[in-house]
């Protein structure tokens, strides 16, 4: 803990205007960003007593050891800047809100020539309208099912949609009339992209002017006696009424809005909003944050506007955003949510009326959303906490691991040697934190060693960050310089320090290896021989199950039933799995390799035009150079080149049926993997593959 008088600027050196702070760490991580209209009164109030602080707050100043800021000349600029520093450092003690769910929303891929209709998820994509997000895939379906009637737009997969240009035949829609068929060619890419904007305009909220204009046609067919063209524009009207009540109209004067609600108690929050388009929700989300900052509503509401429209622009942006808080800087938020719509939004509290009914709503849905989420990671929290509690009680250390670190080695008889580290926190899979090593110091299969090398090479690069930050002291900091040295070669340089939280700067208090006792001695003498001294380690044997101790003759045995194992067996498979998809990946792409890909300066189209031109490489193999020199793009040199390359690759044996005997003529032979009696994967320990 640091005293944060000691990293206090000058009264002097802080100005009075407005601007964005960064608290960093002892290791110069950033671990809080936050933004003020002066910067000096906002900075003095973090440095009074202690005692007096937040207790959030008081945790912050004493995690940090230094502070910085930069100056801006407006608010705006301010809110723009502290959204892309939280965004770049991710602080540990800002709010972070996170999805309880990845919504589907309904896309329409406006920057293809033949826009397509379909259901996606994840992060946006330039040039896609966007309607939703829904509570359902499905909801999405029923939707566009009614509305392909009317608007039959293109749904299909690039593949189908190929396949169907090339045998000149439509799919099952385009013969039902839910497709317009493109793809044969019934209708050119511009009516088609016409068709595809209507379908945007009606699920945008123009509904009455589409209808009006549909039941006016309906009406001009019917009083010229085209009674079967009448009577399907009446099917038309009634599947687009259909949808549309499906969503109910919520808002009368057809208003475009999004409703922000927020549930919280004195340790989380819960966010609810509602898209309304056209008086009618189009979408609802929900997010989860834990309050590790001291904020209020009106604070939690400006966070959630960043994260819900710091990377919108246009329609995206409502005309209206209703919230239960005025944030504090509503002025200059209002001014950075007009500059991404392009025209002017209403942020404020709904006072009376229909907005003031479904705010409340909307706020009911939030508190069930934080009883639901406080109700399901109680569980979480009580098993992973026992979890924890148990793996200490029985390995004897002086606290429960918070950080556990497992490595795995991974071959195929000793080729494609790799190794993987996993890490948990707080008995939950960080994936961003996940490493991939290759075997460098030696070839062929030694798991010890292996294991040796993989621990020393990522606990040197710990010592590298604690020798860059000063932390070690100085006899230590020559064996770690020593160290640094020794592994220049593999590890390359660090990077230089931007706040950022580094690949290795993070130490664990438990390194867990998958393996037994000599998987164990070679991780523990990794760590001596760098001076490490406060990870514990140790192993788990897949065998059975046996938690093996550095220095012991027999393994610490926990009951079936134990919590602390069950986390330990998902820690090892974990490692497992990250390390056999690296290996199967790494040999993959040896395996495809051929000895054309020896061939300098011959790329991928001049590769597959010497194959097309001869039928196989076999019968390349057997060309001469100027048949070779026939093929269009290949030259002499390169023919030349081609042949030596060629005739240095060692062709593939035969294949074999083995019912038969019958050798079986392979015109492009390849590597086989895993024939009968051929190489298999292999393990040092019972289903493990090393």
């Not at 939280?86 to 990845?102: A, G, M, Q, T």
């Not at 317009?180 to 009455?208: I, K, Q």
């Not at 990671?377 to 556990?404: N, V």
């Not at 790799?418 to 090593?437: C, I, N, P, Q, T």
């Amino acid at each position: 803990m640091a005293d944060p008088s000691s990293y206090r600027p000058k009264p002097g050196q802080i100005p009075d205007s407005p601007g964005v702070y960064k608290f960093r760490d002892e290791h110069r991580r950033v671990i809080y960003v936050g933004k003020a209209k002066s910067l000096r009164q906002r900075l003095a109030s973090y440095f009074q007593d202690v005692a007096g602080l937040h207790p959030r707050t008081a945790t912050m100043v004493t995690t940090a050891a230094s502070v910085e800021w930069t100056v801006v000349s407006t608010e705006v600029e301010a809110l723009q800047l502290e959204y892309s520093w939280i965004k770049e450092f991710d602080p540990r003690f800002n709010v972070k809100y996170r999805d309880d769910k990845s919504y589907p929303s309904l896309a329409v891929t406006m920057n293809e020539e033949y826009p397509r209709v379909q259901v996606m998820r994840g992060p946006k994509k330039k040039g896609v309208r966007y309607f939703g997000p829904y509570g359902h895939a499905w909801a999405i379906r029923e939707t566009v099912d009614l509305m392909l009637r009317v608007f039959p737009v293109r749904t299909c997969s690039a593949g189908v949609f190929k396949r169907s240009a090339q045998i000149g035949r439509p799919c099952l829609l385009g013969y039902i009339g839910k497709c317009s068929a493109p793809c044969v060619g019934r209708v050119t890419p511009e009516e088609h992209r016409e068709l595809a904007e209507d379908f945007c305009d009606f699920m945008a909220g123009r509904t009455g002017t589409y209808l009006s204009r549909l039941e006016k046609q309906m009406h001009d067919a019917a009083e010229e006696m085209e009674y079967e063209k009448a009577a399907r524009l009446r099917d038309d009207i009634g599947a687009l009424r259909r949808a549309m009540e499906k969503n109910a109209v919520v808002l009368a004067d057809a208003t475009d809005a999004d409703l922000i609600a927020v549930a919280e108690d004195e340790l989380e929050a819960a966010v609810q909003i509602f898209h309304v388009r056209g008086g009618r929700v189009r979408g609802q989300r929900g997010w989860v944050t834990d309050k590790v900052e001291a904020v209020d509503t009106a604070g939690l509401v400006e966070h959630a506007l960043q994260q819900l429209y710091g990377e919108e622009s246009g329609e995206s942006v409502p005309k209206e955003v209703l919230v239960p808080a005025l944030p504090e800087d509503t002025p200059a938020l209002g001014e950075w949510l007009a500059a991404r719509r392009g025209s002017q939004v209403s942020l404020r509290i709904p006072q009376r009326g229909d907005k003031k009914a479904l705010m409340e709503t909307v706020h009911r849905n939030a508190q069930q959303s934080l009883a639901l989420h406080k109700t399901k990671r109680a569980s979480d929290l009580t098993t992973r906490s026992r979890a924890l509690e148990e793996i200490a009680e029985a390995l004897e250390l002086d606290s429960a691991p918070l950080r556990i670190e497992c490595f795995d080695i991974s071959h195929l008889q000793g080729d494609d040697v790799v190794a993987s580290m996993v890490v948990f926190e707080d008995g939950l899979a960080r994936k961003s934190e996940y490493r991939r090593f290759q075997i460098k110091s030696f070839e062929g299969q030694d798991d010890v060693r292996s294991m040796h090398e993989v621990v020393s090479r990522r606990f040197r690069r710990y010592l590298q960050e604690k020798v860059k930050t000063g932390e070690w002291s100085p006899e230590d900091a020559e064996a770690a310089e020593a160290a640094q040295a020794a592994g220049a070669a593999d590890d390359g340089d660090t990077p230089e320090d931007d706040g950022r939280a580094k690949r290795f700067a993070y130490p664990p208090q438990l390194v867990v290896v998958d393996g037994g006792q000599p998987q164990v001695a070679a991780a523990k003498r990794a760590l001596e021989e760098l001076g490490v001294d406060d990870v514990a380690v140790c192993g788990l044997a897949k065998r059975l199950e046996e938690v093996w101790l550095p220095g012991e003759d027999d393994p610490v045995v926990l009951p079936r039933t134990s919590e602390g194992l069950y986390l330990l067996q998902r820690v090892r498979d974990e490692a497992h799995r990250f390390a056999i998809q690296y290996q199967r990946n790494k040999r993959g792409k040896r395996l495809k390799s051929g000895p054309l890909d020896e061939v300098p300066g011959l790329g991928e189209s001049r590769k597959q035009a010497l194959v097309k031109h001869f039928g196989s490489v076999k019968k390349l193999r057997q060309a001469t150079i100027d048949q070779i020199c026939e093929v269009p793009g290949i030259g002499r040199k390169t023919a030349e080149t081609v042949a030596a390359a060629l005739a240095r690759a060692v062709p593939a044996g035969p294949a074999v049926n083995t019912a038969t005997g019958e050798i079986i003529e392979d015109e492009t032979p390849a590597p086989r993997v895993g024939a009968p009696g051929g190489s298999r994967e292999t393990s040092s320990e019972r289903g493990t593959e090393q």
